[in-house]
């Protein structure tokens, strides 16, 4: 299975990251979200700007799987599910958390 490619800048890291969450709120789950997750999530926690910003369920749920049973205990319904993930994802969407990166570029 081919993946797509993961954005070089921080910003279009993370504004990845909050989609395939979204996502995962309404229950998809496939192979290349998971990958997807699994990749941003490990280099994201390397960055000490970055990591620090992670929420808490992040950096907790390894990967999809993982977090399908924590936000599914959120709420029953998918679009509270997606707020708490925006409002949880607000502190890495400002720019100066892209700036102070580290590691603009993850290899």
Sequence with gaps: MEYEPIPDRAEERVKLLESVLLLACEGSRGPTDSWTYTELRREMMRDPVLGKLLPDFVRTCRDLGH????IKGIHGS???RRQFV???MTPLCIPPAWAACTLMIWS
């Design 67 to 70: 977090f399908w049973p924590f």
């Design 78 to 80: 998918w679009a509270p």
């Design 86 to 88: 925006r409002d949880a």
